[in-house]
């Protein structure tokens, strides 16, 4: 009797440096069961730069082949599909499944042309773009699945493509708590005897720090020993450094920018802030909740999914950050409440087990649907 041959599956994304999405993609292809399932990996962009060579490390030392195209703006967005289509008819995969708005746009395309498939949509953030959702909505008929983060991201889509509604599946993302050393706050150049409140993720418009910063002072003026650390970098770091000087605040304010330890400094953190106007599931809220840390975020998509068994952490309106910021950091006795039930819903409904098992659930489906 012959042996079932494995079942290929080809996972596209955008880049490969370290971020929520690559952070899943990686975590999917090096977990897949690989006596049934043959992993590979199609990256738009070319290889990350040096410092940001962990996740495709991670990628090497699995045996996961992984292929950039070298397409590393826009407006290559024609040779992006005609390479993709190229490595697609090569490895004549059995599920092909996108990760983020522009792999999903290049992988539809590029399927369609190699004549490929069941291709699978990854929707990861609850983009208002009316352009994103206008070539969403071109492309819906491209899709034989949408795979969304959250409850609220698929709400948002089902709403903006109704005809999608039977396609769409929502597989959270996932993590494994780990114990993770604080980082000593020197080698950051701050001061160790002061208390930090940590933000990670890009410095733009997406994140909300513009309406964060106005409340700030109120919340520096009761705690004179707490500061801000922001590890990040984005195209709003210079307003966002001048808006902190006219504030009189830039001495409170550490933009850290980009760092491979931000997890290290979440855990030297008292609480981590998330003032975002939109996400899907964010990556960085279960990274602290994964080291028992509390947070304090707008309530966006994902948020409540992940922080609703302690809502004190859920500002419905993002003019209130600085108020439940002054009363977490006011009650040490919320704080510990708040990280002990992080760290419990991580470990019993985020898990990466369990998000692998629904991937592969989700594509031994649609592979015998065909």
Known sequence: MSEKPKTRIVLTITEL??????KCLT?????LDRTRYEPRVIVIDAEPPAGQLSLLNELTEADVPVHFIGATHATRILFAVRQMSRLLREIQ??????????ANVVTA??????????VLAGIRVADPSRWRLFVERRLRNRFDRFVCVSDQVARQLSQSIPAAEDKIEVIPNGIDPQPIAPIDKA??????????????GRLTEQKGLDKL?????????????????????GDQRESL????????IQSRIHFLGWRADAQSIIATAELLVLPSRWEGMPNVVLEAMAQGKPVVANNCEGIKQLLGSYPQQVVNDSNGLADR???????????SACGMSNLACVREHFSVKSMVQSYQAMFDKVVNQR
Not at 17 to 22: I, R, Y
Not at 325 to 335: F, G, K, S
């Open 17 to 22: 440096c370290v971020g929520g999405a690559e």
């Open 27 to 31: 975590n999917l292809a090096t977990r």
């Open 241 to 248: 450094q001048e808006l902190a000087e006219d504030l009189g």
């Open 213 to 233: 910063f106005p409340q700030l002072p109120h919340v520096f003026a009761k705690f004179p020993n707490v500061d801000l650390a922001l590890v990040g970098d």
């Open 325 to 335: 910021l002054i009363e977490m950091l006011d009650n040490e006795d919320l704080r």
């Open 93 to 102: 995969p059995d599920v092909v499944q996108s990760f983020l708005f522009h």
């Open 187 to 200: 080698a950051l150049g701050l001061d160790p005897s002061r208390q930090l409140v940590v933000f990670v």
């Open 109 to 118: 395309m590029a399927a369609k042309f190699a004549a490929v498939g069941p």
